[in-house]
């Protein structure tokens, strides 16, 4: 499940094969997958993620495993879950020094806790509504929606924008993204993210 293996990748990658600037992504970084990762896990790592760097967002992130998560038998930490995170408030979470973003975990974390923001509701809404659910958690914008939307809740359709896609499609797809890739734009922005960054 993890590594969606259910999904037919042969069947999508032979449709992008059809139009010749995904034929070259497609080249360029052969069987790019998009794994399904936990809901929260990932609502909770796109906020730290929102105007960061990689090695600061992974400090926040390990601060918060050891803080609030389970040990795990080879030293580390398991993510911890929503109530743990909710229970501890502002001044908890304090020492992940998130700066800004901190009332944006606390917000997510008491809402999921408490079933106001269900996955399990979440994943029966069509796609427009689920992000508009998304984006009334305190902090979260169109671009973490969309994360976690395709990583966290394994919409295919969902895109996440960044200066790199932007670039990319004003470059490659001005008009937006072929209709008939639109079901699966998650997967097509993948590999136009990684042909652009490469180039």
Known sequence: SYFA????????????GTNPVLRKCLAFSPGIRILRQGFYETLV????????????????????????????PD???????????????????APLRAGYRTKAILDAS??????ELSEARLRALPTDELRSRLLTVY??????????GLFG???????PVDVWIRRAMSKYFPRG??????PVAGIAQQYLFNYIRGQ
Do not use: H, T, W
């Not at 293996?5 to 992008?16: G, K, Q, T, W």
């Not at 902090?139 to 976690?148: H, I």
């Not at 809740?153 to 895109?159: A, D, F, V």
């Open 5 to 16: 293996l259910d999904v037919d990748y042969a069947a999508i990658e032979a449709s992008f």
């Open 45 to 72: 790592s796109c906020i730290i993620s929102q105007n960061n760097n990689i090695p600061r967002i992974m400090g926040i992130v390990g601060r918060l495993c050891r803080l609030f998560g389970e040990p795990l």
């Open 75 to 93: 030293g580390l930490y398991a993510f911890p879950g929503p109530a743990a995170v909710a229970a501890a408030g502002e001044a908890g979470l």
């Open 110 to 115: 008491r809402r999921v806790a408490s079933g």
């Open 139 to 148: 902090g979260v914008g169109p671009k973490v929606a969309e994360c976690v």
């Open 153 to 159: 809740l394994g919409r295919l359709e969902c895109s």
């Open 177 to 182: 993204l072929p209709r008939r890739f639109r």
